[in-house]
């Protein structure tokens, strides 16, 4: 029997929901058994493979090369799971929202009180005009919302789409949340 393939990716958000992630200890080793980790920032593959069973996506889709990637993500993945508030909602990144993009540029690179001030041009993908969640991009097909999840909502989420159940996601203080 040949294993799952996995993913996860982080847009725009703070890496909370791979903490998480990698929280469930020696139940990744359990995982690792029924599924390959196949493409994420905990290791060390740079282009998104074809034929992903299940991915993770951690944050909000909030530059163009966000949007480039889940649009390349959804395209090679069976099932697309938003993981975490900043993925299912937008959460903290969308807070940028309010401003247009001028603005925040301005704020964080071009003000006087900065020792350089100065936009960045290299390295640096464009700002969409509104910070978006991954659903409003892509279809999505679970949310699992926290911020972050608990390892144990992500444990039980994980596995029961390994086994080739929806998990039921209805009552989430049952995970300790």
């Known amino acids: 029997m040949s294993k799952a393939k996995v993913a996860t990716i982080w847009l725009d958000g703070c890496s909370g929901c791979h903490m998480s992630f990698l929280d469930m200890d020696e139940r990744l080793l ?4 029924v599924m390959d980790l196949v493409y ?3 290791v060390d593959f740079k282009d998104f493979p074809e034929a992903v069973d299940v991915t993770l996506v951690e944050g909000a889709v909030s530059s163009e090369e966000d ?5 390349k993500v959804r395209a090679r ?3 697309l799971v938003a993981l975490g508030d900043c993925a299912v909602a937008g959460n903290v990144p969308a807070m940028r929202n309010a ?9 964080a690179y071009l003000e006087d009180d900065l020792t350089h001030p100065q936009a960045p041009h290299i390295h640096v993908p464009p700002l969409l005009v509104k910070v978006k ?3 409003q991009v892509v279809k999505v097909d679970l949310v699992i919302p926290g911020c972050p999840p608990s390892a144990n909502i992500i444990h039980y989420a994980v596995t029961e789409l390994l086994a080739g159940r929806t998990p039921d996601l209805s009552n989430l203080t049952r995970f300790g949340a």
């Open 99 to 107: 401003f247009k993009v001028k603005e925040v540029i301005g704020r």
């Open 67 to 71: 949007r480039e990637k889940i649009i």
């Open 133 to 135: 969640p991954v659903h």
């Open 40 to 42: 994420s920032p905990l």
């Open 30 to 33: 359990e995982l690792a058994e």
């Open 77 to 79: 993945t069976r099932l």
